[in-house]
């Protein structure tokens, strides 16, 4: 069966210093990679998605930056973090669509406290 | 464009009542319909999926919902509640071709003892 890890879980970090959150997926070959932020009172949003290795699409213009290293790990970054990006991250997986539909699965989440 | 809209931010049952989670969407195609559950600090599991077969979809944990095209809406229930299904619930909308879900704003579910 397939998993998805997030980690760190938790994380406190200084305004102005950089960030790194890595998402892995166990037991699928080459997943559909999607990082969402789930900001307090603002929902879910789509930040981030890839659908291969070096490939990463942007849904949102912002302080961030995703890199797809390798198959099934996904890695969220930042070289300067704003207060705004507090907020508890998701990354998802999907298999390639049959018939275009792709159910995401999520992964535990980190929660990021920047301050 | 597509949205989607939960009606009640938070809801509140008594254990063993009928639990009624409202999610209205708008979408100029078909859609694909979506409800997730998430525990605190935890993240989003999927509880079922509307995918254009049948209209009455189950899902897990004795929840189940119907798509209604004519009323635009993916309501979310089960028949009696309890303590355990006491979390936050988020409908999403995809289609064709779309990578992103377009989730609602959520519903937090109490569940009174």
């Known amino acids: 069966s397939q998993t998805i890890h997030q980690w760190p879980a938790t994380l406190v970090q200084p305004v102005g210093s950089p960030l790194s959150l890595e998402c892995t997926v166990e037991?699928?070959?080459?997943?559909?990679l999607y990082w969402y932020r789930q900001a307090a009172g603002r929902g879910l949003q789509l930040l981030f998605y890839?659908?291969?290795?070096?490939?990463i699409s942007s849904e949102v213009p912002q302080n961030l930056s995703a890199s797809r290293p390798q198959d099934r790990q996904f890695i969220l970054s930042s070289k300067k973090l704003l207060l705004s990006d507090s907020g508890f991250y998701l990354c998802?997986?999907?298999?390639?669509?049959?018939?275009?539909?792709?159910?995401?699965?999520f992964g535990p989440g980190t929660r990021l406290l920047v301050l | 464009a597509q949205s989607v809209t939960q009606l009640g931010s938070h809801v509140s049952v008594s254990e063993g009542a009928l639990v009624l989670l409202r999610c209205n969407y708008s979408?100029?195609?078909?859609?694909?319909l979506f409800w997730y559950v998430q525990y605190p600090n935890q993240g989003l599991q999927l509880l079922l999926k509307?995918?254009?077969?049948?209209?009455l979809v189950k899902g897990i944990n004795g929840f189940e919902a119907e798509f209604k095209k004519s009323e635009t809406s993916f309501h979310l229930t089960k028949p009696s509640a309890h303590m355990s299904d006491a979390a936050e619930y988020f409908c999403?909308?995809?289609?064709?071709?779309?990578?992103?879900?377009?989730f609602g704003s959520g519903t937090r579910l109490q569940v009174q003892p």
């Open positions: 999403a909308l995809s289609y064709p071709g779309r990578r992103a879900l377009t």
């Open positions: 890839s659908v291969g290795i070096g490939q």
């Open positions: 509307y995918t254009s077969a049948a209209t």
């Open positions: 998802a997986w999907s298999v390639k669509g049959f018939k275009d539909l792709e159910t995401q699965y």
């Open positions: 979408s100029s195609v078909p859609p694909y």
């Open positions: 037991g699928t070959s080459n997943p559909n």
